[in-house]
């Protein structure tokens, strides 16, 4: 009995230590990555159509010879059904990667794939587990008989920060480099090293010196002011008596670079070689760049080869992944503005610390290619628990359907917005705050809120626009209208012409409610009793207007305004200011715009239509011909789900294509016949 015992508990671990050996040997998303991309192979290669899809590919990827390289791209050695999986991430300041990872189902197809696209024969690096070449000097593709790994590095050399107190992060990322490059050559280790910053301390001697300099600079700068003065004051004068300028004698500075004007090249001067010379340092650093960014790749190449063949993604990145979606696309915004180019930007100031609390948040994109449409449906989150749900509030306000009967038929579009005008205080407070007590201007910035709480009558404001607003684009108008343009005789002296062209003129209605009518009145007679305003704004019973100006040609003849019944209207034509008999479209649209938080939809056949004369030379016609043609409608809609705020965005696809994925495609084709034969590049 104990020895059946033993030997269960021997499996028992066996199989345990399996399980934790193989858990651990999944290739990793790294948790910092800004991007992560998921596709979807298997749907997506039954919605493509091949043969209409490679003689597009084919006319992209021809070579000098104009003759595809290559023939089949449903058949590149890539296991057409299995997911890909593409990430950007930092390694630190310096370095930044792309990755993406491809099932295969053929290797040296593969391969071969990737010499003809390349379009010429590369080196290939053989290693244990794997094999690599390098497309370019940033650009890597390593594989083996199962799988390969794309990875472009993008690689910059560290400079002294003046502006960055961030010295830690920096040191490590020095040092990481410098191990690195350890590996390649012993010249490159000291790479980023020699530009390390080393933080002194305060030397107020040092301080002294530099302000006693500063003194002296600025008495000579005093003397170069005053001197200048004098020789104006000398040349008012001598123009009063000769009615021109004194002759200038010339300087040092002119008559050397006469003489080396009128010089002879020398033997002491070699252009030939220091053109040379240059190109060798050139080349000389891009060999140095190029052994880091390759250890990076190949560092990067072991890691993956090192694992088994699975995925490992952070939870946090596929939280609102749908698995039916086509492609599924995250982005953090926080790691974006901490380790993007805005870093650099922000530290240059002692409060850019304080802007990463408004961009700490992620955003996820599920797509789908459906039969007649495309479909995508976005979720924001802000990684700040206590910030998302004020900005949820934000998005649960009350809905006025008052707003929505001035959608008429026949309109191109609207965008309605139903908030809570008096969370969006809530939310703001919130964005500013930071759950780190020890923040810099932490205090100072707690401080401010708390006054401007004190200060400010939140509910007295939010009812001057509590949050509910609708914007129409009835139709575009067409109106000629004169401006002026300029010719040139052959002697380059400009005459003035006065033309004339036809224009696109928006009726549109933008209108929102209001708690507090007696406020706006009170704004629009400052509009007209106001002497300097009075010339232009006018007023006729309760309606307000823009006065036309008969002396200068604008593109909007009216514009009115005024306040009834709890609503504030901007509008183009008095027509707009009442209800509007609604069926069909107008009245789906009035039903959206009133259900959800955010919404709008257009009519892009009818947009296309008003922006007709907008397209004026032969190719801009083509254009507007195909897009005509081709253009479907836009609708979107927005709001709080679970704990985050969801946008679902349609596009209809009108023509006959398979579906919406080939839809994209065959308009991709149909634009690359209208346009003008360009010289074709490598796919």
């Not at 300087?251 to 001067?269: D, I, L, M, Q, R």
């Not at 004190?454 to 607003?469: F, H, M, Q, R, T």
């Amino acid at each position: 009995m104990k020895t059946v015992l033993h030997q269960f508990q021997i499996l028992y671990f066996l199989l345990l230590g399996f399980f934790f050996a193989s858990s651990q040997s999944k290739t990793e998303i790294p948790k910092n990555a800004f991007f992560y991309m998921e596709i979807n192979s298997k749907q997506l290669n039954e919605k493509v159509n091949w043969n209409k899809l490679n003689p597009i590919l084919q006319d992209l990827n021809k070579n000098n010879q104009e003759k595809p390289t290559w023939q089949d791209f449903s058949n590149i050695g890539i296991q057409n059904d299995a997911k890909q999986y593409h990430y950007f991430s930092n390694f630190n300041d310096s370095v930044k990667a792309y990755t993406a990872h491809f099932i295969l189902q053929d290797s040296k197809k593969f391969l071969e794939f990737i010499n003809v696209s390349a379009k010429k024969e590369l080196e290939v690096t053989k290693k244990d587990k794997y094999s690599y070449v390098n497309l370019n000097d940033e650009t890597f593709v390593a594989w083996n008989d199962k799988r390969a790994v794309i990875t472009g590095v993008s690689y910059t050399k560290s400079y002294p920060k003046f502006f960055d107190d961030d010295k830690a992060v920096d040191s490590v990322a020095s040092a990481l480099i410098d191990s690195i490059a350890m590996k390649t050559d012993s010249t490159a280790v000291e790479l980023d090293s020699a530009y390390t910053e080393v933080e002194k301390p305060f030397d107020y001697k040092e301080e002294i010196k530099y302000l006693k300099d500063e003194i002296k600079y600025q008495k000579e700068d005093i003397k170069e002011h005053n001197a200048e003065i004098a020789r104006l004051q000398k040349d008012i004068k001598y123009l009063e008596k000769h009615h021109q300028y004194p002759p200038q004698p010339k300087t040092e500075e002119a008559v050397e670079s006469e003489e080396v004007a009128s010089a002879k090249p020398t033997e002491e001067y070699d252009e030939e070689a220091e053109d040379l010379a240059y190109k060798k340092e050139m080349d000389s650093i891009k060999a140095e760049n190029f052994k880091i960014i390759k250890a990076f790749a190949e560092r990067e190449f072991d890691k993956h080869f090192e694992a088994n063949i699975e995925i490992e993604v952070p939870k946090e990145m596929v939280a609102f992944q749908d698995p039916k979606s086509d492609i599924f696309i995250y982005t953090n915004y926080g790691e974006v503005f901490k380790n993007g180019p805005y870093k650099k930007l922000l530290s240059l100031y002692s409060y850019g610390s304080l802007l990463d609390n408004l961009y700490n948040s992620n955003s996820t994109f599920n797509v789908y290619f459906e039969k007649n449409k495309l479909r995508f449906v976005n979720n924001y989150q802000h990684r700040n628990k206590e910030a998302q749900k004020n900005i949820s509030a934000v998005y649960q306000g009350k809905k006025d359907k008052k707003l929505m009967s001035l959608i008429p038929d026949k309109s191109i579009g609207y965008y309605a917005i139903n908030v809570d005008g008096y969370k969006y205080f809530d939310m703001l407070y919130s964005l500013f705050e930071s759950s780190n007590d020890n923040e810099k201007y932490q205090k100072e910035i707690g401080l401010i809120i708390e006054t401007v709480k004190i200060v400010l009558d939140e509910k007295a404001i939010s009812k001057i626009a509590p949050g509910n607003g609708i914007f129409v684009l009835n139709e575009l108008n067409t109106k000629k209208v004169e401006y002026t343009d300029y010719e040139f005789d052959e002697n380059f002296n400009s005459k003035e012409i006065r033309k004339t062209k036809d224009v696109a003129v928006p009726d549109f209605t933008f209108a929102f409610a209001t708690d507090n009518d007696d406020y706006w009145k009170r704004i629009f007679d400052v509009l007209t009793s106001n002497k300097e305003l009075a010339q232009k704004f006018g007023k006729n019973g309760e309606i307000y207007y823009l006065k036309k100006d008969p002396k200068n040609s604008s593109y909007m003849d009216q514009m009115f305004f005024t306040v009834k019944d709890g609503i504030v209207y901007l509008t183009t034509s008095l027509a707009n200011l009442v209800p509007k008999k609604q069926s069909g479209i107008s009245e789906k649209w009035a039903k959206e715009a009133s259900r959800n938080s955010q919404s709008g939809s257009f009519n892009m056949q009818r947009l296309m239509n008003g922006l007709e004369k907008e397209f004026k030379t032969l190719p801009e016609q083509k254009a507007l011909n195909l897009f005509r043609k081709n253009a479907g409608d836009f609708d979107f809609k927005t709001n709080v789900k679970g704990e985050s705020i969801e946008t679902e965005f349609n596009y209809t696809t009108p023509n006959s294509s398979e579906n919406s994925l080939m839809y994209f495609f065959d308009l991709c084709n149909d634009l690359i016949k209208i346009m003008e034969p360009v010289k074709p590049t490598s796919f």
